[in-house]
């Protein structure tokens, strides 16, 4: 029955990213825009205000195999198709994981199916989710070579450090923590000798160093500048990452899995085995001393938490004592499942229709325009108190596939897109950055400026050619500058009046 109820919970799963066009996920429309612009390099499609410019470094998992795809299908299915490949790597590296140690499935596609749209994910992050279940299948492969021939050891290591390399920089960490561990823990077990255990550290580590020689050498490099440590954060993050929308129902889901678990393991139901320990200590040290932005990356140490809910269920063993907590077991997740399932669909359907209103804006805006975006937001940091707004956050890029434009806020940033912005435009190009808060543009353009405000915003009114301001419509700041071309329930959009 376990089985029955886990396939029946992975086939509703997949539903929104089958239903909806284009997900709303918060970064997800900017790699749209992103692989519209490499599908169509070289052709008399592409846009005039970006080239493709590739170089030796990580995260390219999505911008190699998309426009790939997108030869036999269209590139906003080849989108979706590289997500849902993704979810299906998660899922399946779990259950593979699992079977590999125990010989069995029984906890590895529950925890894989309740974090399949977790906060990392559901923002996004799609790149890391499918490097992210690479690492699962390679770990798995790993142990079930752990006691073979080491030549084919070796070759499968190189294998799979390689292509995560490619497809995600902080999925190869996990990878490579995770074998480590794992390796470190069989000397405390005796398992190995100490000299076998450093010759098979070393063959793991081999192959990354290698490929950071030759990125030395090609000038390649993993990201920016940039780590910050928001400490503040460390504490509540375990408690907000099972849902990327609700905070409300992620803090009761995850509280009620935390809960369940430490009762399930003072009870001696749940145990972890000795490399499992070593694990759980392992990356418990890693979230709390990793910094929430490495490499200009944000939200480092967030994406710990998913890693070890995937992997260390392979680790541990769950004895109930008769059917009738297994059921009332099998019950609790399942609910954990559905109401956070629940909530993403809420969250995804209905931006079919908004997602589908901006296209269709897309339409009044001349070709090869330049694009500003601003946010009735008093910050243009991510709406935590309304998470269901921030997946129009990137909405607008999309307009460099459907207008030819330029928006500043595409995804370009050196070391981790192969995207950059022609020199006429990369001075007003915001890399990384969200929407300009509409008070700072309406401060600047009637000389109220304050003294630091951002070089690519400072003469907004004459660099570009249209505005959208993200956010419940309100009146018109500017009105000799700005004039209403659509409203929306999510946005307004805006022709820039330019004076002399």
């Known amino acids: 029955m376990t089985i029955a ?117 559901s923002w996004g992050f799609v790149n890391f989710e499918f490097g992210l279940g690479l690492a ?9 070579l752990a006691e073979g021939p080491w030549p084919l050891r070796f070759a499968a290591n190189l294998i799979f450090v390689a292509a995560l390399y490619v497809a995600h920089f902080f999925s190869l960490g996990i990878y490579g923590a995770t074998l480590g561990l794992f ?137 109930l004592p008769n059917r009738a907590w297994r059921m009332a077991a099998l019950a609790g997740i399942s609910g954990i499942i559905l109401l956070n399932l ?34 009735t937001d008093d910050n243009g940091d991510p709406p935590f108190a309304d998470l269901t707004s921030y997946p129009m956050y990137y909405a607008p890029t999309l307009a460099v596939h459907y207008a030819g434009a330029f928006v500043p806020n595409l995804f370009t940033e050196v070391g981790k897109q192969p995207v950059r912005p022609h020199e006429a435009v990369r001075k007003i190009s915001i890399p990384y950055g969200g929407p300009v808060p509409s008070g700072l543009l309406a401060a600047i353009a009637t000389g109220q400026a304050p003294a630091d405000i951002p070089p690519f915003v400072r003469t907004w009114y004459q660099d570009f050619d249209y505005l959208y301001v993200l956010g419940s419509p309100a009146a018109n700041p500017l009105p000799d500058r700005l004039e209403v071309l659509e409203t929306s329930a999510r946005f307004v959009l805006y022709r820039i009046r330019r004076k002399s």
């Not at 886990?6 to 692989?35: E, F, G, Q």
């Not at 849902?243 to 009870?267: D, E, F, K, Q, S």
Request: charged content about 10%.
């Open 5 to 121: 109820v886990l396939a029946m919970l992975a086939a509703v799963s997949l539903l929104p990213v089958l239903l909806t066009p284009i997900p709303a996920m918060v970064d997800y429309p900017n790699h749209l825009a992103r692989m519209y612009i490499l599908s169509q390099s070289g052709t008399p499609d592409a846009n005039p205000h970006y080239e493709v410019a590739w170089a030796f470094y990580p995260n390219l998992g999505m911008d190699l195999l998309v426009p790939q795809m997108a030869r036999l299908i269209s590139v906003e299915s080849a989108t979706r198709l590289f997500l849902l490949l993704s979810q299906l790597l998660i899922v399946s590296g779990a259950m593979l994981l699992e079977w590999v140690r125990k010989g069995r499935i029984q906890l590895a596609g529950f925890a894989a199916l309740a974090f399949l749209y977790c906060l990392p994910f």
């Open 136 to 144: 699962l299948w390679g770990i798995a492969v790993y142990l079930m």
């Open 183 to 319: 390796e470190l823990s069989r000397i405390r077990q005796r398992q190995v000798a100490y000299p076998v255990a450093a010759a098979r550290l070393g063959a793991l580590a081999l192959p990354a160093l290698a490929l950071f020689a030759i990125m030395h050498v090609t000038a390649g490099s993993v990201g920016s500048e940039g780590t910050s440590w928001f400490l503040g954060f460390k504490p509540v993050w375990p408690l907000r990452i099972m849902n990327g929308y609700n905070l409300t129902i992620a803090a009761a889901t995850g509280l009620a899995l935390t809960i369940a678990l430490l009762l399930a393991a003072r009870r001696g139901a749940l145990r972890l085995d000795t490399a499992g320990i070593w694990l759980a200590v392992g990356f418990t040290l890693l979230y709390f001393v990793i910094p929430s932005k490495l490499f200009g990356t944000s939200f480092v140490d967030l994406r710990v938490i998913p890693a070890a809910a995937l992997i260390l269920p392979a680790f541990c063993s769950l004895s």
């Open 342 to 375: 629940a909530v993403v669909l809420s969250v995804w359907l209905p931006y079919r229709a908004d997602y589908a209103s901006i296209i269709a804006s897309f339409q009044k805006i001349d070709r090869g325009s330049r694009i500003l975006v601003g946010s």
